[in-house]
Nanobody, 125 residues
Framework: QVQLVESGGGSVQAGGSLRLSCAASGYTYSRYSMGWFRQAPGKEREGVAL???????SYADSVKGRFTISKDNAKNTLYLQMTSLKPEDTAMYYC???????????????????WGQGTQVTVSS
């Protein structure tokens, strides 16, 4: 079955960087669309970044220019490079996947069928 395991979260000061990883198994990795989501306490889960089955990337406005999504098909691993972190980036970060093409306007939780357990990112001011 599909398994997604995130890692790389932690605590950093504002302005710092982190790289999240999501190791995937159980499916044909290259044909899947994948995304990063985050959820802060008391808030809804929101889409952060998408890389779809044809390699197209898109980002939430709040992270454009600071975060970069990428994937290594040979390693079946998804990454999220986060720079210039802000306290408002503090959240649990989840990777998600689903089979086939997901368009840039469809970075919503309901579009993804597979989820990791999450990794916590805390940014202090």
């Amino acid at each position: 079955q599909v398994q997604l395991v995130e890692s790389g979260g932690g605590s950093v000061q504002a302005g710092g960087s982190l790289r999240l990883s999501c190791a995937a198994s159980g499916y044909t990795y290259s044909r899947y669309s994948m995304g990063w989501f985050r959820q802060a306490p008391g808030k809804e889960r929101e889409g952060v970044a998408l890389i779809n089955s044809i390699g197209y990337t898109s980002y939430a406005d709040s992270v454009k220019g600071r975060f970069t999504i990428s994937k290594d098909n040979a390693k079946n691993t998804l990454y999220l490079q986060m720079t210039s972190l802000k306290p408002e980036d503090t959240a649990m970060y989840y990777c998600a996947a689903d089979d086939g093409y997901i368009g840039p306007g469809r970075l919503i939780p309901g579009r993804f069928g597979y989820w990791g357990q999450g990794t916590q990112v805390t940014v202090s001011s």
